[in-house]
């Protein structure tokens, strides 16, 4: 699993900024990410797929907001659109 400082490491090193302007972009592209799903909105990007929020009800009866995260929605290369089949993702 990769973390937060490989994340930002990365980022620092693949476009020149420093890791102070990494931490902020990398921030402010999460926060968009995580701000569609929180409204219902999903966010498709081809390396990626798509992500997003969908409600829940637990065992409990509790209604809990989760996200989904389909790898094959982005149609990005390999993705599988115009295959005519669709892989199994996670929320199968």
Do not use: N
Not at 18 to 32: I, S
Not at 72 to 87: E, L, Q, V
């Amino acid at each position: 699993m990769q973390s937060t400082t490989d994340i930002l490491d990365h980022v620092a090193a693949a476009t020149g900024l420093d890791r102070a302007d990494a931490e902020k972009a990398v921030a402010a592209a999460f926060a968009f990410v995580r701000e569609a799903a929180r409204e219902g909105r999903s966010f498709d990007h081809p390396a990626l797929g798509q992500i997003r929020a969908v409600e829940r009800q637990t065992d409990a009866g509790e209604k809990r907001i989760v996200f989904r995260y389909r790898p094959d929605a982005g149609g990005g290369a390999g993705s599988g659109r115009g295959k005519g089949k669709r892989r199994a993702g996670p929320e199968a």
